[in-house]
């Protein structure tokens, strides 16, 4: 059994172990040490019995049922600073993220607990958003103002995908998230000249090129 780049909860290693089943583990290494990191603060923090974990995620997602897991599922997940409320403020707080979740989503909630937390709580906030999608950022809103219209290629359920796509289309709103190029409507170029196609970072490079030819096959017929 080939375990996916986002990783598993500790149960799915004990079943694999209970049935005989080898595994080829392929868990993303910055996702592994955040796993380990999560475990240690929730078994081994000095003084605090009943740690609580705050994880900034996608409830439901893969990655983060892996990281939830690292708590015997105990640990809480907020997906904006809108659901800080969920927070118990009279507990000491550490609060961790998901590796494709924003920096700016993550600051937000971070300077809202500050705000809130009392004298005699510990908050601990720890970033451990993956820099391979943050430092992305800069580079794509500039990719997507020197086009007229942006096609981004990646998996509907993609998490950073989902993120790098939003900051698209933010800077340009002719931005389309496609996952192949089936989906692509021809009536979005007309009358424009540069298209540009990127992706997730999880995108692969043949997919892309397939999206290209595609235009470039129905564009210039």
Not at 28 to 45: A, D, G, H
Not at 75 to 84: C, F, G, R
Not at 110 to 116: K, L, N, P
């Given at each position: 059994v080939l375990l996916r780049a986002h990783g598993e909860p500790p149960h799915?290693?004990?079943?694999?172990?209970?049935?005989?089943?080898?595994?080829?583990?392929?868990?993303?290494?910055?996702?592994?040490?955040?796993?380990?990191?999560?475990?240690?603060?929730?078994?081994?923090?000095?003084?605090d019995n009943n740690p609580q974990i705050v994880i900034y995620g996608k409830k439901g997602h893969a990655e983060v049922n892996g990281l939830v897991g690292q708590t015997q599922g105990n640990?809480?997940?907020?997906?904006?600073?809108?659901?800080?409320d969920k927070i118990d403020f009279s507990r000491n707080i550490y609060l961790y993220s998901q590796t494709t979740k924003s920096l700016e989503g993550f600051k937000q909630i971070?300077?809202?607990?500050?705000?809130?937390v009392a004298g005699n709580?510990?908050?601990?906030?720890?970033?451990?958003?993956c820099r391979r999608v943050a430092n992305r950022?800069?580079?794509?809103?500039?990719?997507a103002q020197n086009h007229?219209?942006?096609?981004?290629v990646c998996g509907s359920k993609s998490s950073n995908g989902r993120i790098l796509y939003e900051e698209c289309r933010r800077v340009n709103p002719l931005s389309y998230l496609i996952s192949n190029e089936t989906e692509i409507n021809l009536s979005w170029f007309d009358?424009?000249?540069?298209?540009?196609?990127?992706?997730?970072?999880?995108?692969?490079?043949?997919?892309?090129?397939?999206?290209k030819d595609y235009l470039d096959a129905h564009l210039n017929a």
């Open positions: 799915t290693y004990e079943a694999a172990r209970q049935n005989n089943i080898s595994l080829i583990d392929a868990t993303c290494p910055v996702v592994l040490q955040l796993q380990k990191r999560i475990r240690n603060t929730y078994q081994e923090t000095p003084g640990a809480l997940v907020i997906e904006s600073v809108d659901e800080v971070v300077d809202e607990i500050q705000h809130r709580v510990q908050f601990s906030s720890f970033d451990t958003i950022i800069p580079q794509i809103k500039q990719f007229d219209v942006i096609l981004f009358g424009k000249e540069h298209i540009g196609i990127c992706g997730a970072t999880s995108t692969p490079m043949w997919l892309m090129n397939q999206v």
